[in-house]
T-cell receptor, first 118, second 115 residues
Framework: DAGVIQSPRHEVTEMGQEVTLRCKPI?????LFWYRQTMMRGLELLIY????????DSGMPEDRFSAKMPNASFSTLKIQPSEPRDSAVYFC????????????????FGDGTRLSIL | AQKITQTQPGMFVQEKEAVTLDCTYD???????LFWYKQPSSGEMIFLIY??????QNATEGRYSLNFQKARKSANLVISASQLGDSAMYFC????????????FGTGTQLKVEL
């Protein structure tokens, strides 16, 4: 079975440019999560969706960040304009909630996108 | 607020020995779930094991087991018969209730398995 697919795996761009990260969740999973990982702050949840609807975006750092989930099989995280402090590994994860929020189903992570803003 | 604490930034263990990675948590919610993930140097996050707050038995999954002590609010990961491939960063995480199914992660423990 295909896991969570993220693209690109690596992105290097200059500050001020728009960056778009993409995620395809596992088929049938109805929750999707975006995380950011840095040495200083560890793993932080940015936003998550249930059934394509954003539920909690309290972790989104500022207005420069936006996320969409137009359908059950695709999500994007956009940074515009990008800044050097946005450099991090961005993970997408998905989860099957059909057994309920409190089931033992884990979140399954993609391989991440390593983003470097020069 | 819910919080996860991993007090061991780094651990060493000899191959074939067992190792315990500590995790304590703080929550006032009676219903919660605890997860352990492994992150090798290649960067991916791999789910290892789950423990629910109402589970009567400690979770086990192959060489991984959880030493779950609810009264102490600890959920330590035990890896038996360590292998070189176990060298990685290990994260403990707690599912937040009342806020959907978000996970709060600890800061991780870097495990190095030596010959």
């Amino acid at each position: 079975d295909a896991g969570v697919i993220q693209s690109p795996r690596h992105e290097v761009t200059e500050m001020g440019q728009e960056v778009t990260l993409r995620c395809k969740p596992i088929s049938g999973h109805n929750s999707l999560f975006w995380y950011r990982q840095t040495m200083m702050r560890g793993l932080e949840l940015l936003i998550y969706f249930n059934n394509n609807v954003p539920i909690d975006d309290s972790g989104m750092p500022e207005d420069r960040f936006s996320a969409k989930m137009p359908n059950a099989s695709f999500s994007t995280l956009k940074i515009q304009p990008s800044e050097p402090r946005d450099s991090a590994v961005y993970f997408c994860a998905s989860r099957d909630n059909r057994a309920g929020v409190y089931s033992n189903q884990p979140q399954h992570f993609g391989d991440g996108t390593r983003l470097s803003i020069l | 607020a819910q919080k996860i604490t991993q007090t061991q930034p780094g651990m060493f263990v000899q191959e074939k020995e067992a190792v315990t990675l500590d995790c304590t948590y703080d929550t006032s919610d009676p219903s919660y779930g605890l997860f352990w993930y492994k992150q090798p140097s290649s960067g991916e996050m791999i789910f290892l094991i789950y423990q629910g707050s109402y589970d009567q038995q400690n979770a086990t999954e192959g060489r991984y087991s959880l030493n779950f002590q609810k009264a102490r609010k600890s959920a330590n990961l035990v890896i038996s018969a360590s292998q070189l491939g176990d060298s990685a960063m290990y994260f403990c995480a707690m599912r937040q209730t009342g806020g959907g199914n978000k996970l709060t992660f600890g800061t991780g423990t870097q495990l190095k398995v030596e010959l």
